[in-house]
């Protein structure tokens, strides 16, 4: 990074944390960050702020690994996520609408024409279809929100004039999270 980037860096930072960082803070991000350009540091501080992480952290400052190109970490949650596709296209099909976890991947799905479209393809046909997903997952990763996607049920429903899917989206967890804790149901009188 440039001496310009790096005061832009800690500007920024400190500005969002409210904190003022100490020479040997600064001294340690301008030697972690020397290789990395200004634009994509500063473009991936800018999302560490506006993403959750920034929020569950107490002292609310991206470390100099957060601000890192990280490809291998991005190819990994990529097939992560690609895998949490082929899982769900087996165990759940067409016919039920799901809901991702990660907005990402249902994003992801969307572009590629839809959960149905994309549950009617052949194994081998889904395998030619990864490398399309990796990429448009990389690309969206931490920018969607979740929502459901349509199954066949819902969009026939639709087609019918019937507002609602009688039985609500399955929920798709990615694989290599943590499971999510148990819903109590609320008592009806």
């Not at 082929?86 to 976890?101: D, H, K, L, N």
């Not at 799905?109 to 279809?129: I, Q, Y």
């Not at 026939?156 to 694989?175: D, F, M, V």
Request: proline residues 6%; glycine residues 6%; contains cysteine.
């Amino acid at each position: 990074m440039t001496p310009e980037g790096m005061e832009k860096l800690f500007d920024l930072i400190e500005g969002a944390s409210r904190i003022t960082m100490t020479p040997k803070q600064r001294d340690a991000y301008d030697v972690l960050l020397a290789d990395q350009d200004d634009k994509s540091v500063l473009q991936r501080c800018l999302a560490f702020y506006r993403s959750p992480a920034a929020a569950m952290r107490k002292e609310k400052v991206p470390t100099p690994g957060d601000l890192i190109e990280q490809p291998r970490a991005k190819a990994d949650a990529a097939a992560m996520a690609w895998a949490t596709v082929r899982r769900a296209i087996g165990q759940v099909g067409s016919y039920r609408s799901v809901e991702f976890e990660d907005g990402a991947i249902t994003a992801s799905v969307e572009a590629m024409g839809g959960w149905v479209s994309l549950c009617d393809k052949s194994p081998k046909e889904l395998d030619m279809l990864a490398w399309q997903f990796r990429n448009l997952y990389i690309s969206l990763a931490g920018k969607c929100e979740r929502k459901p996607l349509a199954g066949r049920h819902e969009l026939q429903n639709r087609s019918n004039g019937h507002a609602k899917e009688l039985e609500a989206a399955k929920q798709i967890p990615t694989l290599g999270s943590a499971p999510a804790l148990p819903q109590l149901e609320e008592e009806t009188t």
